[in-house]
C-alpha cells in the first residue's frame, strides 16, 4: 500500500514513500517520476519501531504480524533500551512463522511424545533463514531535529540494509537529509520493487495549513551502483526505470492550494461524549484543487529518458552529446470529501467519501484537448487515443464505521481504458483497511491494510490524519 495514500494525503499527487512489509523498515521509496518530485519532506512521519514500541506498551500487543509475498506471513516484536531522554536504542525481529510451518511439515521426522515434539522444533527452531534482525537508533538533538541511523539484516540478503535520515523543522518548512544502501523502490505502473546500491536525497518543503495558499519543494537526489530487481515478485517487466540509474537529479515545483465549504453542519454535537476522532467529528461537504508546475534536471545514465514524441510529457530538453535533459510540465488536481455523522454514537455514526482526479501532465492535456476541439468543429469523429488522453487519474475513497471505534475503508484508484469496450472501466491496486480509533489520543488509529494486487498486509499506527 502507498505509504498513507489515503486520497488527500500530503496534497496532490506527489511520488510518496509507501508502506511496506517487505522490509523491517517498513518504508519504500517510489521510483521518481518526471517531472513530480519525490515528496520526502511530507512532514517526520512516527518510525517503524516507535511504531511497534506503542502497539507493545499501550495496545497488549507482543507480536505484530505481517504478510508479504513471498516470505509470507511474519511475527515482530521490538525491545527498545531508552539510554537517556533524548536518545534510544532499538532492536527488532523478525520471525517468518510460514516459513517455519512449512518446514515442519516437510520434515521426514515423526517425532513420538511431547519430549521428541519439543526436540523437532527446536532443530527447526535454528534455521537461520527464518529470522531478520534489524538495529536502529533515534537521537532527538533538540526541539526540531531528530536523527536516526538503521540497520536491516537477513539471511537471505547479500548485504544488511542501512539507513541514516535527518529531519528539521523550520517554522515554515520541513527539511529532510537521507541516504540508504542499498535503498527500496516501487514502481507505482508496473509494482516491481528494485534494490538501488546507494541513494542519497536532500528535500526541503514549505509547509502550510492554509485553505488557500502556495507551496513550494525542492529536492536532489543522488543515485549509483546498478539496480536489481528486489525478490522478482511481480517481474512484470524487467526494464529497469530510467530515473534509478547511477545520476544526480534537481526536482522542483510551485503550486497553488484552495479548499471551500460546500456545506457545513451546525447541529450541535452529543454533549459529553468525546469523538472517537476529532477530525472526523465535522458532518461536511467540500471541494478543493491545486495547480501548479513542476520541473527535472537530471545528469548522468538517469537522463535516459523517453523523448516527447514515444509520449513523455511536457517540455523537454537535451543535449547532445552530453548525459543531460531538462524537462517541465504543469499539474492540477480536484477534490471532493462528502462526510455524515460526528463519530460520536456507538454504530454508524460515520460515513466518508473522498474522491480525486489527478491531471499528471498539463502539456499533454492540452495538446490532446486541442486536438480533439479540432476533431469535432470538423465534424470528425474523435478517435480513442485523443479521448483517452484527456481523462485524469482518478482515485475514490469510502470510509464506514462499523462499531464503536473501529471503521472499514476502502481506497482505489478507477483506470479507464477505452480500448476495452466489454468493461472500460476497473478498479486500480485496490486497499482493504481496518481502523481503529484511539479515542484517549484525540487523532490517532491503529490500521490493519491488504493490498490484494501485492499480496501485502500490514498494521501500523497513523496520528493526526484523516
Not at 511520488?15 to 518530485?37: H, R, Y
Not at 526541539?143 to 541514516?164: I, M, Q, S, V, W
Not at 502556495?214 to 526505470?241: C, E
Request: net charge neutral; proline share 6%.
Amino acid at each position: 500500500m502507498r505509504k498513507l495514500r489515503w486520497v488527500m494525503d500530503g496534497g496532490g499527487f506527489w511520488d510518496l514513500d509507501i508502506s511496506t512489509p517487505q522490509t523491517l523498515d517498513g518504508l519504500a521509496c517510489a521510483v521518481p517520476g518526471d517531472p513530480l518530485p519525490l515528496g520526502l519532506s511530507r512532514g517526520t512521519r512516527l518510525s517503524r519501531p516507535r511504531q511497534l514500541e506503542f502497539m507493545h506498551r499501550f495496545m497488549n500487543a507482543p507480536l505484530i504480524p505481517s504478510y508479504a509475498k513471498p516470505h509470507g506471513l511474519s511475527l515482530h516484536r521490538l525491545i527498545s533500551l531508552p539510554f537517556s531522554d533524548n536518545w534510544v536504542l532499538f532492536l527488532l525481529g523478525q520471525f517468518n512463522l510460514q516459513r517455519f510451518v512449512s518446514s515442519v511439515k516437510s520434515s521426514e521426522e515423526k517425532p513420538k511424545g511431547v519430549s521428541s515434539w519439543l526436540k523437532t522444533f527446536g532443530r527447526h527452531l535454528q534455521q537461520k533463514s527464518l529470522y531478520a534482525l534489524g538495529f536502529s537508533s533515534e537521537f532527538q538533538l533538540g526541539a526540531n531535529d531528530t536523527l536516526l541511523f538503521g540497520l536491516d539484516a537477513y539471511d537471505d540478503a547479500e548485504k544488511p540494509r542501512g539507513k541514516f535520515a535527518f529531519h528539521h523543522k523550520f517554522p515554515d518548512h520541513d527539511l529532510t537529509v537521507e541516504a540508504v544502501s542499498p535503498g527500496l523502490f516501487v514502481d507505482n505502473n508496473t509494482g516491481n520493487y528494485w534494490d538501488v546500491p546507494f541513494s542519497t536525497a536532500v528535500d526541503l518543503a514549505s509547509v502550510t495549513t492554509s485553505d488557500s495558499s502556495t507551496a513550494y519543494r525542492l529536492s536532489a537526489r543522488y543515485t549509483s551502483g546498478s539496480p536489481k530487481q528486489f525478490q522478482n515478485i511481480h517481474n512484470h517487466d524487467d526494464r529497469v526505470p530510467p530515473s534509478l540509474l547511477p545520476g544526480l537529479a534537481f526536482k522542483s515545483a510551485f503550486s497553488y492550494r484552495k479548499k471551500v465549504d460546500i456545506w457545513r453542519s451546525e447541529a450541535p454535537k452529543l454533549k459529553l461524549v468525546q469523538p472517537y476522532d476529532v477530525f472526523l467529528s465535522n458532518p461536511h461537504v467540500s471541494a478543493s484543487g491545486i495547480i501548479g508546475a513542476a520541473s527535472t534536471a537530471a545528469f548522468g545514465d538517469n537522463s535516459a529518458r523517453a523523448q516527447i514524441e514515444d509520449g513523455s510529457p511536457g517540455y523537454f530538453l537535451q543535449v547532445s552529446g552530453v548525459k543531460s535533459f531538462f524537462v517541465a510540465d504543469m499539474f492540477a488536481t480536484v477534490s471532493f470529501t462528502a462526510q455524515l455523522g460526528n463519530f460520536q454514537r456507538p454504530f454508524l455514526d460515520l460515513t466518508r467519501f473522498q474522491a480525486r482526479l489527478d491531471f499528471s501532465s498539463g502539456f499533454k492535456f492540452l495538446s490532446a484537448a486541442t486536438g480533439l476541439t479540432q476533431d469535432l468543429l470538423n465534424s470528425q469523429k474523435p478517435s480513442l487515443e485523443a479521448v483517452q488522453a484527456i481523462l485524469p487519474n482518478a482515485t475514490v475513497s469510502l470510509q464506514q464505521q462499523i462499531v464503536g471505534p473501529v471503521s472499514f475503508r476502502v481506497d482505489s484508484g478507477i483506470k479507464v481504458d477505452l480500448k476495452n469496450p466489454d468493461w472500460p472501466i476497473h478498479a486500480q491496486e485496490p486497499v482493504f483497511a481496518l481502523e481503529y480509533a484511539l479515542q484517549v489520543l484525540g487523532s490517532a488509529k491503529a490500521v490493519a491494510w491488504y493490498c490484494p494486487k501485492r499480496q501485502e498486509f500490514m498494521a501500523e499506527l497513523r496520528f493526526l490524519e484523516t
